[in-house]
């Protein structure tokens, strides 16, 4: 094998572009379930370093990066058209995987994983019996097979709507938060689109309160894009950094902690800003005859919830299993189409009567318990199930937007 004078060496197996969420574990998935041997580097430019970032999902099982997971919790809240409800998980668990142990998880788990500083400047892939060159910082990188989480999409679909975080990491001067997180407390301005707050603990006086706005593209407004390099933008800021986020949703912010929370004093010690594009149509995800897209460039961010972590897990599994299977890394599954059917639905009613989002949900975790809805939002609800959820949400809006227009 041949190696730059650098030590970045200049042919893999497989190179994973990106080494956020999806690239760590990646690297963890095939370290763990992938062939024996394999030549794997993962590259990324250090702008959104993991060791910043907290990702919350949720899950029925033992994953394999669970060592990094630092909270566990077995019951949510939901605050909803004037009613809070506390709701048992049933067997889920909603777990939140903390940047730095993921960082240590995954370096110990990855062996001879090589993990370079660099950006990833081309992928080129024009010899269908050759290898794809990946040209980082200038020079070329060959590698049978290339998981791109970063390359721009020449032609992105336009997004049915936009999902926008603006989150502040809070110490406050007295005990006020509940011990299991809100996923939902829709006690906030309700301008246009959807919004409601976030609320996840760490302790009674910690935790990240976030603003999170579902809104449809408006026709003759542009709305910023994401940074390139990824489907969403991202920031993080350490301790004392100001927040630079949309100003109505800092004043919402303000407004919740103070008129809702009853918040006197309070310290911010970290700030957490995105803005993620949202679309029902289904991403393409072999782009060449080496390169996979992974991540969130592979379309892994759920449409109607913005939740991406276990769904990027399943998948790493697969590419791991299928490169074990076929000697490829395309042999893994695609949304089920009933599901992103129903993920249009949502987005269409965002829409529509983005009002009639708040009572459906609060029906739905209400009536079907928040382990049938974590199951259908997690896409893992049969037919008859996918009925009852239909039922239960269901009102004219949700009816009227069955038809596409
Ligand atoms: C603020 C925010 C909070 C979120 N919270 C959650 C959550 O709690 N739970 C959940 O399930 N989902 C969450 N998501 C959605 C989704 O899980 C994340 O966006 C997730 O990080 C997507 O993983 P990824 O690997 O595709 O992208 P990223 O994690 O963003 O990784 C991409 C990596 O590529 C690097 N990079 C970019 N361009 C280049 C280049 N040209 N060359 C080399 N490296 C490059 C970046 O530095 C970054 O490290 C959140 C999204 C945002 C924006």
């Known amino acids: 094998m ?7 060496t200049t042919e893999v197996d497989v190179l994973v572009a990106g ?4 690239g760590m574990s990646m690297a963890a998935h095939l370290a763990a379930l992938g062939p024996r041997g394999l030549r794997v580097a993962v590259v990324d430019d250090g702008r959104h370093p993991v060791a910043e970032r907290s990702w919350a999902f949720w899950s029925s099982r033992a994953e394999l990066l669970d060592a990094a997971v630092s909270l566990r919790f077995r019951s949510v809240r939901v605050h909803a058209a004037g009613r809070e409800v506390v709701l048992p998980l049933g067997c889920y668990e909603y777990r939140v995987v ?8 995954v370096r110990e788990l990855c062996n001879g994983v090589r993990f370079l500083r660099g950006t990833v400047e081309e992928v080129v892939d024009d010899d269908p019996d050759g290898l794809a060159r990946v040209v980082v910082d200038g020079r070329t990188v060959h590698a049978w097979w290339v998981l791109d989480g970063v390359s721009p999409d020449p032609a992105p679909p336009r997004p049915a709507a936009w999902l ?6 809070v110490v406050t001067d007295r005990d006020v938060f509940a011990p299991e997180p809100t996923l939902m407390d829709f006690r906030t301005e309700q301008a246009d689109g ?8 760490r302790g009674p006086r910690e935790a990240l309160v976030e603003h999170t706005a579902f809104a449809a593209p408006a026709p003759h407004r542009s709305v910023p894009a994401p940074e390139a390099g990824g489907p969403g933008g991202t920031t993080t800021g350490g301790p004392g950094v100001t927040t630079t986020g949309e100003p109505a949703a800092e004043a919402a912010l303000d407004e919740y902690l103070r008129g ?10 970290g700030t957490e800003r995105g803005l993620l594009p949202l679309t029902g149509a289904p991403a393409r995800r072999r782009l060449s005859a080496h390169v996979l897209a992974v991540g969130g460039r592979g379309g892994l961010v759920k449409a109607s919830t913005g939740y991406a972590y276990g769904r990027i897990q399943r998948d790493c599994a697969a590419v ?11 042999a893994v599954p695609s949304p089920h189409r009933r599901h992103r059917m129903l993920d249009a639905v949502l987005l269409r009613v965002l829409a529509r009567s983005p009002r009639a989002i708040e009572p459906a949900f609060l029906r739905l975790f209400d009536r079907l318990g ?3 809805t974590l199951r259908f939002l997690d896409e893992d609800t049969r037919l008859a199930e996918e009925a009852r959820v239909a039922a239960t949400a269901g009102s004219r809006p949700f009816l009227r937007a069955l038809l596409p227009c």
Request: glycine share 14%.
């Open 98 to 105: 903390d940047g730095p142990s993921l960082h240590a998880v």
């Open 2 to 8: 041949r190696r730059a004078g650098d030590g970045l």
């Open 164 to 169: 926008s975080f603006t989150g502040r990491q």
């Open 320 to 330: 791991a299993r299928s490169l074990v299977a076929t000697g490829h890394p395309f």
């Open 370 to 372: 928040a382990e049938t």
């Open 260 to 269: 809702v929370l009853r918040v006197r004093g309070h310290r911010v010690t």
């Open 194 to 201: 959807v919004r409601f707050v976030y609320v996840l603990p």
């Open 19 to 22: 080494g956020g969420a999806c």
